[in-house]
């Protein structure tokens, strides 16, 4: 596609429940990122994939969350057993290689409400 | 650890007055620092970024920012505001290394245009 894609757009889950969020980056990105926007805060960094090396999870909040890449293109996260303090714009973004000086495209983001 | 900190949460700037945002930021070495901004219901869009060289960076817009080591400033500024400028605007220092790849974002200003 021309863009990143995140589905779906909104979330309301209860808490309690799993979801699952989805990522399409850029057709040929290799790097990939998760971000969290919560209210009222900045954007929080939650994981890096870069081909097929070993992420970097360090920003994951908790053991609830993982995510993974499937053969380098779509990602999906993870929260298990969401919590209140989940909802928030979770943010995907793909850049076309390793380095910081490669932009970044944004995704629109998802909206997850955690009831 | 790398910090960056936006201390205007709220502006609010009339049409065509000049706009600046403030950006500072904690890191150990010359870093990569970026704006991106964020327009109601889109993704974050890069304005512009600084690697090294000129401190005077233009980006898309009619925006540009100035790094001043001294400060540890990066503030962004545009001569006249246009209404279509009324977004969040977020700062972020860029950590590229053995450690990973991740931008750090600061909190985001708010920024409303009356007409």
């Known amino acids: 596609g021309a863009g990143v894609s995140q589905s779906p757009s909104n979330k309301v889950t209860e808490k309690g429940k799993d979801v699952e969020l989805r990522c399409d980056p850029i057709?040929?990105?290799?790097?990939l990122y998760w971000y969290r926007q919560s209210l009222g805060q900045g954007l929080e960094f939650l994981i890096y994939f870069q081909g097929n090396s070993a992420p970097d999870k360090s920003g994951l909040p908790s053991d609830r969350f993982s995510a993974e890449r499937t053969g380098g293109s779509v990602s999906t996260l993870t929260i298990q057993r969401t919590q209140q303090e989940d909802s928030a714009v979770y943010l995907c973004a793909s850049s076309l290689a390793m380095g910081l000086d490669e932009k970044l495209f944004f995704g629109s983001g998802t909206q997850l409400s955690v009831l | 650890a790398q910090s960056v900190t936006q201390p205007d949460i709220h502006i609010t700037v009339s049409e065509g007055a000049s706009l600046e945002l403030r950006c500072n930021y904690s890191y150990g070495a010359t870093p990569y620092l970026f704006w991106y901004v964020q327009s109601p219901g889109q993704g974050l869009q890069l304005l512009l970024k600084?690697?090294?060289?000129?401190?005077l960076v233009q980006g898309i817009k009619g925006f540009e920012a100035e790094f001043k080591r001294s400060q540890s400033s990066f503030n962004l500024r545009k001569p006249s505001v246009h209404w279509s400028d009324a977004a969040e605007y977020f700062c972020a220092v860029g950590l590229f290394g053995a450690a990973g790849n991740k931008l750090t974002f600061g909190g985001g200003t708010r920024v409303l245009v009356k007409p």
């Open positions: 600084y690697f090294s060289g000129d401190t």
């Open positions: 057709s040929g990105h290799t790097a």
